[in-house]
């Protein structure tokens, strides 16, 4: 690697909202900083997979569903 002109990559601590701690290693603070984390990934619809509801009432999406209702969508 060239040096200087990459950031620090050192360990930190994460807290998770649940409480657990895990130490990561990121450039984020300094050797030994807690970050805490506002949303989990252990619960989190976009890490664990969940399903979202298309909520559309007369909108693009239904639109887009009259006009190529006959092509077997």
């Known amino acids: ?6 950031p620090d990559y050192h360990l930190i601590d994460v807290r998770l909202t649940d409480g657990t701690v895990v130490k990561m290693k990121s450039t984020w603070g300094k050797e030994g900083d807690t970050l805490s984390l506002e949303i989990d990934p252990l619960s989190h619809p976009a890490w664990t997979g969940g399903t979202q509801r298309l909520v559309d009432t007369g909108g693009r999406v239904s639109k887009f569903k009259n006009k190529y209702a006959g092509l077997g969508f």
Do not use: D, L, R, T
């Open 1 to 6: 690697m060239k040096a200087g002109i990459h």
